[in-house]
């Protein structure tokens, strides 16, 4: 009887440890794959969002201050990146909406929509100077001189944003390296991107699977730009010519241009490698645990049954 007791609580217990902790499982598994793999592209849930003041970050340690005064959230690491998300910012015809300087922490800037900046190549919805382990993620950047300013800065993720510079310019890169941009609406009108002394990549580093025009396809996905007129023979989406651009002797080139915009793409998965727990099994560790924990269970059963049977 004794036994029978001890293995009825047990039971119970694990139950119990094994209900709790799937809910956590549930809730962060819903959370990854919303923010990581479904990128809405073109479509800044602005309903949820706050005005916010313009953003100036300098330094590590200016992270750090800005968590405190409520501006990100996050750590600054790998699996938990400074996040700026969900703000409308404003310029006011002056300075950039958000400028970070001299960072190395990792940080993500998600789902923000940035206006009205001032006239200038070095002032944009989003500049960036002497800063690395950046992820500028589903972001909309309209009616200003420049979308973003990318100066000295490396290891750059752009995904998922839109920007719309109707009389002006779309990107500007200088100096930089390690630059990845794709799936990303670029339409300035003089000009899409600026780009000088730089290593870039315009194309996804996998191939996707999405469906466009209700049909399915796998490739390398590149960026919509508006400067972009060459034609989709085989109606996958991807034009047939590269789009390239030229800076002097230099040729940089999106070797997979999407001949529509974004929106018009439903990704199947496979574009979150590049972003921070984008490809990790959402509570790896979690499921580690209830695996450990139901083998302690029945070992634990069977010696005390074990134990009950003898004489």
């Given at each position: ?6 293995i ?10 094994i ?16 923010r ?36 990100c ?23 950039s ?50 979308g ?39 339409r ?24 466009y ?23 996958d ?8 651009f ?12 999407l ?11 496979g ?12 509570g ?9 924990l ?18």
């Amino acid at each position: 009887m004794k036994a029978k007791k001890k293995i009825k609580k047990i039971i119970v217990i694990s139950l119990g440890i094994i209900f709790f902790l799937s809910t956590i499982i549930t809730s962060d598994f819903n959370f990854t794959v919303e923010r990581n793999d479904k990128y809405s592209l073109e479509s800044v849930n602005l309903e949820f969002s706050k005005v916010s003041g313009k953003i100036h970050i300098v330094g590590d340690s200016g992270w750090a201050d800005a968590e405190i005064a409520g501006i990100c959230t996050g750590n600054g690491t790998y699996t938990n990146p400074y996040l700026i998300e969900d703000l409308e910012i404003d310029a006011g015809g002056v300075g950039s909406c958000i400028w970070i300087e001299n960072s190395s922490n990792y940080f993500m800037i998600l789902n923000c929509s940035l206006t009205n900046t001032e006239d200038s190549l070095t002032e944009a919805g989003i500049t960036l100077y002497n800063v690395s382990n950046g992820y500028i993620i589903n972001n909309t950047l309209y009616n200003s001189y420049l979308g973003f300013y990318l100066y000295i800065s490396n290891n750059i993720t752009i995904i998922g944003n839109s920007i719309k510079m109707p009389h002006t310019f779309g990107i500007n890169i200088v100096n930089c390296d390690n630059i990845l941009a794709y799936l990303n609406n670029i339409r300035g009108s003089s000009w899409d991107l600026f780009f000088q002394d730089s290593t870039y990549r315009f194309y996804s580093e996998k191939e996707i699977n999405y469906t466009y025009n209700d049909e399915g396809f796998t490739s390398y996905l590149g960026n919509y730009w508006r400067g972009y007129t060459y034609l989709d023979n085989n109606n996958d989406g991807i034009g047939d010519t590269p789009h390239i651009f030229y800076d002097g002797t230099p040729t940089y080139v999106d070797y997979y241009p999407l001949i529509t915009p974004t929106e018009n793409y439903e990704l199947n998965g496979g574009a979150s490698e590049e972003i921070p727990n984008g490809g990790a099994i959402p509570g790896y560790n979690l499921f580690l645990l209830l695996g450990i924990l139901s083998i302690v269970s029945i070992l634990i059963i069977k010696r005390i049954k074990s134990k009950s049977q003898q004489p």
